[in-house]
């Protein structure tokens, strides 16, 4: 995920996700377009002043969106950070941290709810702009034009992200009230994974449709919807796969699997003398670095392909290494579907095993992946 830090806010630390460089451009020049449309006369300095304004609104209210999710998600006891602004949402974990199915509804819900309460506020806004005529003339267009941009945005921002299918929040909705149905977590994401599919189904399925029978006239917008219908239905399948690997999962620690034979470079050692050995697998897949017993950081088979091959010899492990904040840890009785999800997150090929402060060992992507043969191969024998 490429999210730049910007800001702190609320306890949080704010990302902005690469992506919004493209959307703003695109954001003013639509604006910009659309002022001078409805109003061949404005200066194209107002034009463009009307579209970074809008722009520049709609970030701030996907900010909000995403606050809201942070701060509902904090106040029921669960990681609320840091804060990631996507363009449109869309970023839903299907890994759940939520303790209650309530408390999984409303921190899904509280970005939509967000999104369509300041939509009604700015369309309100534009009306009133509307309902002045001509009497302030440039500054109402600029109130009324951004205003408007903005309203709708955030409505169908809200509403689409109630739709129940990851990644939009009406995933995690759906998966929330399964679970308060069932009983069962995992039943509530496997019915969320579903639903999500089917959705993704049907909108692929009236996309082609009205590219088949609306073609003159809305081919490119029937095109989209099936291409969104296709991206649920791949997130549904996702998802579903997601529940199986938990119960493939289920029942082992860290313990089960980590190395406790601890490889360790240290930080000054350049790659070139085990670089290699790391890619081709023989080196366990991540390295932790240490100075005497004290760990400093991890350094995995995915950081040294960051680096040419010609630079190995000029490039130090603490140049690359991951340390501090971002080298998540975990204990020895952590879960492996937990620890899994961190080295996910992380980018890592393994983890730091500590037990009261002790790196202990090493769990790796390669232990986890031997863990879910092995599972697998135990319950093909089991099944007749």
């Not at 409505?155 to 308060?180: E, M, Q």
């Not at 692929?204 to 590219?211: K, Y």
């Not at 930080?267 to 790391?278: C, S």
């Amino acid at each position: 995920m490429t999210a730049l830090p910007i800001a702190r806010l609320f306890g949080f630390e704010i990302r902005l996700h690469v992506s919004w460089a493209l959307i703003l451009a695109l954001i003013t020049v639509t604006v910009a377009t659309q002022v001078e449309a409805l109003a061949p006369n404005t200066s194209s300095l107002l034009r463009w002043t009307i579209g970074g304004v809008a722009s520049f609104v709609f970030l701030l209210s996907g900010l909000a969106h995403e606050l809201g999710h942070a701060v509902a998600a904090r106040r029921a006891g669960m990681p609320g950070g840091p804060v990631v602004v996507f363009f449109f949402g869309g970023a839903a974990n299907p890994t759940l941290e939520a303790r209650t199915p309530r408390d999984e509804i409303v921190s899904a819900l509280a970005g939509p709810v967000i999104s369509l309460a300041i939509g009604a506020a700015f369309l309100l806004i534009a009306a009133a702009g509307g309902a002045l005529g001509n009497l302030v003339d440039g500054v109402q267009l600029v109130i009324a034009e951004v205003a408007f941009f903005v309203g709708v945005m955030n409505v169908i921002l809200g509403t689409v992200n109630l739709i129940p299918a990851f990644p939009l929040d009406g995933g995690r909705i759906a998966r929330g009230i399964a679970w308060a149905r069932t009983g069962d977590p995992d039943a509530g994401l496997r019915f969320a994974g579903v639903t999500g599919r089917r959705v993704g189904l049907t909108l692929a399925m009236v996309g082609f449709l009205v590219v088949v029978f609306f073609a003159q006239e809305h081919a490119t917008d029937g095109l989209m919807l099936a291409l969104c219908g296709w991206f649920l239905v791949s997130s549904g399948r996702t998802i579903e796969r997601m529940v199986d690997l938990d119960a493939l999962l289920d029942g082992i620690r860290v313990a089960d699997v980590m190395d406790h034979d601890i490889a360790g470079v240290p930080p000054g050692l350049t790659l070139d003398t085990f670089a290699g050995q790391l890619l081709d697998g023989s080196g366990g897949g991540s390295l932790a670095v240490l100075r005497g017993s004290d760990l400093l950081g991890m350094v995995g088979a995915a950081q040294v392909r960051r680096v040419r091959r010609d630079r190995w010899a000029d490039t130090r492990v603490e140049d690359l290494m991951v340390s501090g904040e971002a080298l998540p840890e975990v204990a020895p009785d952590t879960t492996l579907r937990a620890a899994f999800d961190q080295l996910r997150r992380s980018g890592l090929d393994g983890l730091p095993v500590l037990d009261a402060g002790r790196l202990t060992g090493i769990v790796t992507r390669r232990a986890i992946t031997e863990a879910i043969r092995a599972r697998l191969q135990a319950t093909a024998k089991v099944t007749p």
